[in-house]
């Protein structure tokens, strides 16, 4: 389990911090980092120092651009954020993270990625929008401030805790593996980027989405589906779906179909109209 949970962080701007996040990882047996875009080199004295014997995951460290880069195959993206949102998302606290773990990695193809922001700004609202949720350290709000590797160390021994209960549970008598329900692979975050593309497609074909006046729609459609947990198959019937709906409406905007009254009233809603009356 504990192979398949992927430490991301995002524009680290000092040495020191990328090493002594690797000494946290190896502590509790984590050893997935990925970096992106760092603000710094990646290896030197004071990394390695500060790693204190596990700088072989400062040295295998994959670094890469953007976000989407390193998660592109997690089938669930969490965000440790302390700031509060304009637009609330799902909140859960570290206990909470370690107990989701063991259903979170049910199938071999699910892969979790915990996403740590910058040390001065953290992670921005776009980036915490590309989670499925974000974690909160409940720490001291007299002094609320955590050095980025602790704050790592807090969520890396929470899922040490879920890998260690989820062993004795193991080897505890049970039921059959074959009674239990077979569990379905979940979409992954690169399937979702791509059906979120085709929906906001699908939406502007429609009429029912304005690009010039978003309106916060695409986030809060993002935000109830990464609520949702799609499953892969799930994901492409609603894709299928989305096809069905550009191939219908033939190209022609929602707004000049004054044969559906009701659509209309809705897409009028949406952008902050008098509903049409029929």
Known sequence: MLERIRIVLIGTSHPGNIGATARAMHNMGLADLALVAPRCEVITADSVSRASGADALVHDARVVDSLEQAVTDCTLVVGASARSRTLPWPMITPRELGERLPAELATPEARIALVFGREDSGLSNAELQ????????????????????????????????????????????????????EAQPLASHEELEHYFAHLERALITIGFHDPAKPRQLMARLRRVT?????????????????????????????????????????????????????
Not at 230 to 247: D, H, Q, V, Y
């Open 130 to 181: 590309r989670c499925h949720a974000h974690v909160h350290i409940p720490t001291n709000p007299d002094f609320s401030s955590l050095n980025l590797a602790a704050a790592v160390q807090v969520l890396a021994y929470e899922c040490r805790l879920a890998w260690l209960a989820q062993a004795q549970t193991q080897n505890k008598p049970g039921p059959a593996q074959d009674d239990e329900e």
């Open 226 to 278: 990464l609520r949702s947990r799609p499953e892969r198959m799930e994901l492409n019937i609603l894709r299928g779906i989305l096809s069905a709906t550009e191939k219908a409406a033939g190209g022609q905007a929602l707004g000049a179909r004054a044969s559906e009254p009701e659509l209309q009233r809705e897409h009028d809603t949406h952008q902050g109209q008098k509903p049409a009356q029929d």
